[in-house]
């Protein structure tokens, strides 16, 4: 496993963009699927977006799918999710996630990945 820290969440109008960073720990950082999930209140967690070890494959829940893009810095251990053109109803604590890298399509259920941050709050004002 490794620590992830969250950062960059805040309170926006909607329409605006926010970047989150999730930065992880150790020197393996490229031998794990990262993902981001979110979680609203009175909600079960969501997956928002995933990008392989290297970021050339990623993929992302039908609600962000052309808004919201997750990329990757191996050299800097750190995944972002650069989120445009915001809506009230991405409101959220925002969650980074790691798993060792797997075979096959990237994991979307929170399930499958063993390593969280502590979560990162986003707040879009209508």
């Known amino acids: 496993q490794v620590q992830l820290v969250e950062s960059g969440g805040g309170l926006v109008q909607a329409g605006d963009s926010l970047r989150l960073s999730c930065v992880a720990s150790g020197r393996t950082f490229n031998y794990y699927v990262m993902g981001w999930f979110r979680q609203a209140p009175g909600k079960e967690r969501e997956f928002v977006a995933a990008a392989g070890w290297s970021g050339g494959i990623t993929t992302y829940a039908a609600s962000v799918k052309g808004r919201f893009t997750i990329s990757r810095d191996n050299t800097k251990n750190t995944v972002y999710l650069q989120m445009n053109s915001l809506k009230p109803e991405d409101t959220a604590v925002y969650y980074c996630?790691?798993?060792?890298?797997?075979?096959?399509?990237?994991?979307?259920?929170?399930?499958?990945?063993?390593?969280w941050g502590q979560g990162t709050q986003v707040t879009v004002s209508s």
């Open positions: 996630a790691a798993v060792r890298v797997v075979l096959g399509v990237l994991p979307t259920t929170s399930r499958a990945y063993d390593s």
